[in-house]
C-alpha cells in the first residue's frame, strides 16, 4: 500500500512535468476552436497551423540557420577548448598559472557588464546581419577548457612521453591519440554547447534583424510577439512544437548523456 | 620538467588570449569609456560626465525593474530547491523506473524558454487555459495568472520553476549520492526521526551542492529576460519588467547605449554582490 502511494506521487510528477507538451502537440492538429480546455484527444486531426506557420515565416530556413550555427559553433568549442585545456594541463610555460587564473575570474563575471560593448564591437566590425556575430564570439569557451582541463590531468604522463618518443607532434598528441580516449568529455562539451547555442535567444536579438538570417527560436519569438500568429493558439504552438522538436527528439534517443552532462556542468539550458 | 617543446603551450592557448583580449578585455575596458558618455551609435560620442549615474539614481523604473527581479528570485529559488530536494530525495530511495521518472522530470530542461513560455502562456490563459478550467472544476474559481499586477511575476516564477527543477533534481541526486550510508545507519541505532535524519544529515552533507544550486539560479534569475519579453512584455503596468528587459529595451529601442552600459554595469555589481553574500551566509549556516 505504502509503495503504491509512494509510486502514484512519482507519475503525479511525471504527469505534471510531460502533459503540458502532450497537450501542446495535440493542440497543434485539432481545429483552432478546440482548442483550450483540459482534453488531448483530437475529434479530428486537420494541420492548418502547421501549414499557417510555413505561410507566414521561412521556419525551414530558419532551422537550417539555427543548425550551422549551433553545429560550426560546437566544432569550436570542441577543438579550441580541448586545445586550451590540453595545454593548461600538460604543458609547463611561463603564464600558465595566470591564464588559469584569469579564466577562473572571467567565469564568475556576470555577463550583463559586457553585452552592450560586445554589441557595438558587432557593429564595428560589421558583423552585425551575418553569421560571424552568431558564431565567433561563442568559439572559446571557458567553462569547456576547464572541463578538458581536469580531464586531461587524469591522463597517464607514459601515455603522452611514449607518443613524443615516437616522434608525434603535439597536434598529433592531442586529437590523434588522446581524443579516440576522451569521448566522455567531448560528448559532454559538445551536448552543452550545443543545447545553450540551440536555445539562445537575446544575442540573435541583439545582432540579427534580417528574417533570412535569423535562428530559429528568435524567428519564433518575433513571430509569436510580433503579432504575425494574429492571436491564433493553434498557430503559435505549432511554431513552438517545431522549434522544439528537434531537441526532444535527440533527447529522447540520448536522455543518459544529457542528464549526465547537464550534471556535470551544472548550466542551464 | 621544462623542455622547449612545452613552448607550443603559447600556441595553444593562443585561442583564449585572442579571445579574452576581443571579446571580454576590450568590452570591459570600453564599458568604463562607455558609462561617461551619451551615444546613439550612429552620432559621435558625446562625453557626459558622471550624468549616466545621476539618471540612473533617479530611475525610478529601473529599481522597479530590479525589484521586480527579486521578487522573481525571492518565489523561485525556495520553491525550486524545496520540489528539487523533495524529489531527489524520493528518486534516492530504492525504486523501479528511477531512470524513466528521472528523464521525465528533466524533460523540460532541454526544451528552450521560448516554447515553455509560448506553451505556459496557454496554460495560463483566463478562460481557456488547461490550469484555469482544471480550478474551476476543483474549486469553481478562476485566477488572473498574467493580467493581474500581483500575480504575473509570481506566475512567472511558477513556470520557471517548472522548466528547471529538472536539473536541481539531478544535481541533489548527485549530491545524495555522495552522503555515506553507514551515518543514516548509525542515526538509526540512536532512534532518530525522518526528519532529524535530513535535517543533521542529508542538509549539511549536501551543502556544496546547495551552494551549487543556489548560485546558479540566482544568476540564471537576473538574466530573466525571454519570458516576460514573450509573456506579458512587462506588463501589466511594468509588474513584470525584468532588469534585463529594462537595459534590453534602453539600448536596443532607443539606443541609450551610453546609459544601457551603466544600467548593465551597475546590474553586474549586484548579481555580483548577491552572489557572494548568498555564498557566505550558506557556507557559515551549515558549519556542524
Given at each position: 500500500m505504502r509503495k ?5 506521487f ?8 510531460m502533459?503540458p507538451?502532450?497537450?501542446m502537440?495535440s ?7 478546440e482548442?483550450?480546455?483540459?482534453g ?7 494541420f492548418?497551423s502547421y501549414?499557417k506557420?510555413f ?5 525551414f530556413?530558419?532551422?537550417l540557420?539555427?543548425?550551422?550555427v549551433a553545429?560550426s ?7 579550441f ?6 595545454s593548461l594541463?600538460?604543458?609547463r610555460?611561463?603564464g600558465?598559472n595566470?591564464i588559469?587564473?584569469?579564466?577562473l575570474?572571467?567565469m564568475?563575471?556576470p555577463?550583463?557588464?559586457?553585452l552592450i560593448p560586445q ?6 566590425f560589421q558583423?552585425t546581419e ?7 564570439p561563442y ?5 569547456a577548457?576547464i572541463?578538458f582541463r581536469q ?5 597517464p604522463?607514459d601515455?603522452?612521453?611514449?607518443a613524443?618518443m ?6 598529433t598528441?592531442l586529437?590523434?591519440?588522446?581524443y579516440?580516449?576522451?569521448?566522455p568529455a567531448i ?6 554547447t ?5 536555445n539562445?535567444v537575446l544575442?540573435p536579438?541583439i ?5 533570412h538570417?535569423m535562428?530559429l527560436?528568435?524567428l ?5 510577439v510580433?503579432?504575425q500568429?494574429?492571436s ?7 511554431a513552438a512544437?517545431?522549434?522544439?522538436a ?7 534517443i540520448?536522455?543518459r548523456?544529457?542528464?549526465a ?6 548550466l542551464?539550458? | 620538467?621544462?623542455t622547449?617543446?612545452d613552448k607550443i603551450g ?7 588570449l585572442i579571445?579574452?583580449s576581443?571579446f571580454?578585455?576590450f568590452?570591459?575596458?570600453?564599458s568604463?569609456?562607455?558609462?561617461f558618455h551619451?551615444w546613439?551609435?550612429i ?6 560626465g ?6 540612473l ?12 527581479t527579486l521578487?522573481f528570485?525571492v ?5 525550486q530547491?524545496i520540489?528539487a530536494l523533495a524529489l531527489?530525495e524520493f528518486?534516492?530511495?530504492k525504486i ?15 526544451v528552450?524558454?521560448v516554447v515553455?513560455t509560448?506553451?505556459w ?8 487555459g488547461?490550469?484555469?478550467?482544471l480550478l474551476?472544476?476543483l474549486?469553481g474559481?478562476k ?6 499586477v500581483k500575480l504575473?511575476?509570481?506566475s512567472?516564477a511558477?513556470?520557471?520553476t ?11 541526486l ?6 555515506p550510508?553507514?551515518?543514516?545507519e ?6 532518530a ?6 535535517r543533521?544529515?542529508t542538509l549539511?552533507?549536501i ?8 548560485i546558479?539560479s540566482?544568476i540564471g534569475?537576473?538574466s530573466?529576460?525571454?519570458e516576460?519579453?514573450?509573456m506579458?512584455?512587462?506588463?501589466p ?6 532588469a534585463?528587459?529594462y ?15 551603466t ?6 555589481l ?5 552572489v557572494l553574500?548568498?555564498?557566505k551566509?550558506?557556507e ?5
Amino acid at each position: 500500500m505504502r509503495k503504491l502511494v509512494f509510486y502514484l506521487f512519482l507519475i503525479f510528477w511525471t504527469i505534471i512535468f510531460m502533459y503540458p507538451f502532450l497537450w501542446m502537440i495535440s493542440a497543434t492538429i485539432r481545429p483552432e476552436a478546440e482548442i483550450g480546455g483540459f482534453g488531448i484527444i483530437p475529434s479530428k486531426i486537420t494541420f492548418d497551423s502547421y501549414e499557417k506557420v510555413f505561410e507566414k515565416i521561412p521556419i525551414f530556413r530558419a532551422l537550417l540557420n539555427s543548425t550551422i550555427v549551433a553545429t560550426s559553433v560546437t566544432l569550436g568549442v570542441i577543438i579550441f577548448s580541448s586545445m586550451i585545456g590540453y595545454s593548461l594541463a600538460r604543458h609547463r610555460f611561463r603564464g600558465r598559472n595566470l591564464i588559469f587564473g584569469v579564466i577562473l575570474f572571467t567565469m564568475t563575471m556576470p555577463f550583463q557588464i559586457t553585452l552592450i560593448p560586445q554589441y557595438i564591437l558587432m557593429v564595428k566590425f560589421q558583423w552585425t546581419e551575418t553569421f560571424l556575430a552568431l558564431i565567433v564570439p561563442y568559439l572559446v569557451n571557458t567553462f569547456a577548457i576547464i572541463l578538458f582541463r581536469q580531464h586531461f590531468l587524469t591522463i597517464p604522463q607514459d601515455l603522452i612521453d611514449a607518443a613524443k618518443m615516437d616522434g608525434c607532434s603535439e597536434f598529433t598528441i592531442l586529437f590523434r591519440i588522446l581524443y579516440p580516449i576522451s569521448t566522455p568529455a567531448i560528448v559532454t562539451v559538445g551536448i552543452i554547447t550545443f543545447m545553450a547555442i540551440w536555445n539562445e535567444v537575446l544575442w540573435p536579438l541583439i545582432v540579427i534583424h534580417e528574417q533570412h538570417l535569423m535562428t530559429l527560436p528568435q524567428l519564433v519569438t518575433i513571430f509569436v510577439v510580433g503579432g504575425q500568429a494574429e492571436s491564433l493558439m493553434g498557430v503559435k504552438l505549432a511554431a513552438a512544437t517545431m522549434l522544439a522538436a528537434p531537441i526532444i527528439i535527440a533527447y529522447s534517443i540520448f536522455q543518459r548523456y544529457f542528464i549526465a552532462s547537464m550534471a556535470t556542468s551544472g548550466l542551464k539550458g | 620538467m621544462k623542455t622547449k617543446r612545452d613552448k607550443i603551450g603559447y600556441v595553444f592557448v593562443l585561442p583564449y588570449l585572442i579571445h579574452f583580449s576581443v571579446f571580454v578585455a576590450f568590452p570591459l575596458a570600453f564599458s568604463f569609456v562607455l558609462i561617461f558618455h551619451k551615444w546613439d551609435i550612429i552620432s559621435p560620442m558625446d562625453w557626459v560626465g558622471f550624468s549616466n549615474f545621476s539618471k540612473l539614481v533617479q530611475d525610478v523604473l529601473f529599481f522597479k525593474a530590479i525589484r521586480n527581479t527579486l521578487v522573481f528570485l525571492v518565489i523561485h529559488i525556495p520553491l525550486q530547491i524545496i520540489i528539487a530536494l523533495a524529489l531527489a530525495e524520493f528518486l534516492n530511495q530504492k525504486i523501479r523506473f528511477r531512470g524513466f521518472f528521472r528523464a521525465s522530470y528533466f524533460m523540460p530542461v532541454v526544451v528552450s524558454g521560448v516554447v515553455i513560455t509560448i506553451l505556459w502562456q496557454q496554460l495560463y490563459a483566463q478562460d481557456s487555459g488547461i490550469i484555469n478550467s482544471l480550478l474551476v472544476k476543483l474549486a469553481g474559481v478562476k485566477l488572473p495568472w498574467l493580467t493581474s499586477v500581483k500575480l504575473a511575476m509570481p506566475s512567472i516564477a511558477i513556470m520557471a520553476t517548472w522548466k528547471n527543477v529538472g536539473l536541481y533534481i539531478v544535481l541533489f541526486l548527485v549530491g545524495l549520492q555522495t552522503v555515506p550510508k553507514y551515518m543514516y545507519e548509525a542515526a538509526d541505532i540512536e532512534g532518530a526521526s525522518h526528519w532529524q535524519k535530513f535535517r543533521h544529515i542529508t542538509l549539511p552533507m549536501i551543502n556544496p551542492t546547495m551552494i551549487m544550486v543556489v548560485i546558479i539560479s540566482t544568476i540564471g534569475g537576473f538574466s530573466l529576460f525571454i519570458e516576460p519579453y514573450i509573456m506579458t512584455g512587462g506588463g501589466p503596468l511594468n509588474s513584470t519588467l525584468s532588469a534585463m528587459l529594462y537595459i534590453y529595451r534602453q539600448a536596443f529601442s532607443f539606443y541609450h547605449m551610453g546609459y544601457a552600459a551603466t544600467l548593465g554595469f551597475f546590474f553586474a555589481l549586484i548579481v555580483f554582490s548577491v552572489v557572494l553574500i548568498q555564498k557566505k551566509i550558506i557556507e557559515r549556516e551549515n558549519i556542524y
